[in-house]
T-cell receptor
Framework: DAGVTQSPTHLIKTRGQQVTLRCSPK?????VSWYQQALGQGPQFIFQ???????QRGNFPDRFSGHQFPNYSSELNVNALLLGDSALYLC????????????FGSGTRLTVV | AQSVTQLGSHVSVSEGALVLLRCNYSSSVPPYLFWYVQYPNQGLQLLLKYTSAATLVKGINGFEAEFKKSETSFHLTKPSAHMSDAAEYFC??????????????FGKGTLLTVNP
């Protein structure tokens, strides 16, 4: 049973560019959340998608946007990249608006130069 | 709003010694509490969770945690450390209410080092 799959695993972008990260949730899960983990910090909640809609959003600027597809997979888009956007981006999936914990992917390491 | 404080950014123990990682939370409503472990260059793995059932929660790899409402704590323990326990540990809180707010709020993490 596949867990949460994220792609790519690593990428390097230049300031001002745009990036798209992808996530396939665990089989049977329909909710996807995205987190940003800066070096040496705990993950910070970006937003959550359920039924193809953004249901909740953390304290992140509009440069961060997302999408959920009918098959429950999700994309995270970041526009006008800043050096400070360099981080590990984690995708977490769950069933419904579960408060019983989430299954995390291995993350995408984004480096902005 | 909920928050988590992990006391001690770095804990070092000897192999076979007791592991104690401290977590205190703040929440205006009954919380759900979690401990996650992160190995280098990997995602987060759930160790255990408290969801208002038994206050003593047993998790994977011999870890357990006790929910103490009076102390607003959810400390993680393991009787005997193993070299493979060396990793970063995150405590997280989630609250339910109004059909939203199931996001996880994490502490800053505690790096556990196990010495031979």
């Amino acid at each position: 049973d596949a867990g949460v799959t994220q792609s790519p695993t690593h990428l390097i972008k230049t300031r001002g560019q745009q990036v798209t990260l992808r996530c396939s949730p665990k089989s049977g899960h329909d909710t996807v959340s995205w987190y940003q983990q800066a070096l040496g910090q705990g993950p910070q909640f970006i937003f959550q998608y359920y039924e193809e809609e953004e249901r909740q959003r953390g304290n992140f600027p509009d440069r961060f946007s997302g999408h959920q597809f009918p098959n429950y997979s999700s994309e995270l888009n970041v526009n006008a990249l800043l050096l400070g956007d360099s981080a590990l981006y984690l995708c977490a999936s769950s069933f419904g608006r579960s408060f019983y914990g989430y299954t995390f992917g291995s993350g995408t390491r984004l480096t902005v130069v | 709003a909920q928050s988590v404080t992990q006391l001690g950014s770095h804990v070092s123990v000897s192999e076979g010694a007791l592991v104690l990682l401290r977590c205190n939370y703040s929440s205006s409503v009954p919380p759900y509490l979690f401990w996650y472990v992160q190995y280098p260059n990997q995602g987060l793995q759930l160790l255990l969770k408290y969801t208002s059932a038994a206050t003593l929660v047993k998790g994977i790899n011999g870890f357990e945690a006790e929910f103490k409402k009076s102390e607003t704590s959810f400390h993680l323990t393991k009787p005997s450390a193993h070299m493979s326990d060396a990793a970063e540990y995150f405590c997280a809180v989630s609250v339910a209410g109004g059909g939203s707010n199931y996001k996880l709020t994490f502490g800053k993490g505690t790096l556990l080092t196990v010495n031979p």
